[in-house]
């Protein structure tokens, strides 16, 4: 039974990296801090407002950079510490991208919705240190739990990003090499 929840869990995790499309711009940045954004928009100092345009192309560039990041990572084995790693991995890279994202400052009628699209994405990127943490002890239950409502999410985050015009943000990543 043990076995069998993991190897769940694992071909679960190859599916997480079309999840994690919905993720590529997610993390645990804070949202507080001002950084330079790939164009030198400057996000929560509170700097002018980006052109949709504008807004459009960089958060798009970024998720593109980061999705590309996430398809070339190996899948995991349904190695209970194989799926830890992977996902161990996920996390530098959704944080950094989201440090970027949070850097851009969207057009103001787009405020409110990507900040809940920044939101909601920190919370689903919980859920991958979640799914991380019980994989790495061995916790099999709390895993797929963990993984399920990081699926769950999935959706409608793409659904945000698309609502934003975020058209490569709201894609599945691609399918990881292996």
Do not use: W
Not at 26 to 31: E, I, L, R, V, Y
Not at 61 to 78: E, I, T
Not at 114 to 135: F, H, M
Not at 141 to 161: D, H, M, T, V, Y
């Amino acid at each position: 039974m043990h076995r069998s929840i993991f190897n769940r869990i694992g071909l679960a995790a190859i599916a997480g990296c079309v999840v994690l499309g919905a993720l590529a711009v997610a993390g645990c940045g804070s949202s507080s801090s001002s950084t330079t954004g790939a164009s030198g928009a400057s996000g929560a100092s509170g700097s002018a407002p980006l052109s949709q345009s504008e807004f459009v192309s960089q958060a798009n560039a970024v998720c593109k950079q980061y999705q590309g990041a996430y398809g070339a990572l190996k899948p995991p084995s349904n190695n209970p510490s194989d799926i830890a790693a992977y996902f161990a991995q996920l996390l530098p890279l959704a944080n950094r991208a989201h440090a970027q994202l949070v850097a851009l400052t969207p057009p103001s009628d787009l405020q409110a919705k990507y900040t809940q699209y920044l939101s909601d994405q920190k919370s689903q990127i919980g859920l991958v240190e979640d799914v991380e943490k019980a994989a790495k002890t061995g916790d099999a239950s709390k895993a797929s739990a963990a993984l399920q409502r990081l699926e769950a999410g999935a959706g409608q985050i793409n659904s945000q990003a698309q609502d934003l015009g975020l058209t490569v943000c709201g894609n599945a990543a691609p399918q990881p090499q292996g």
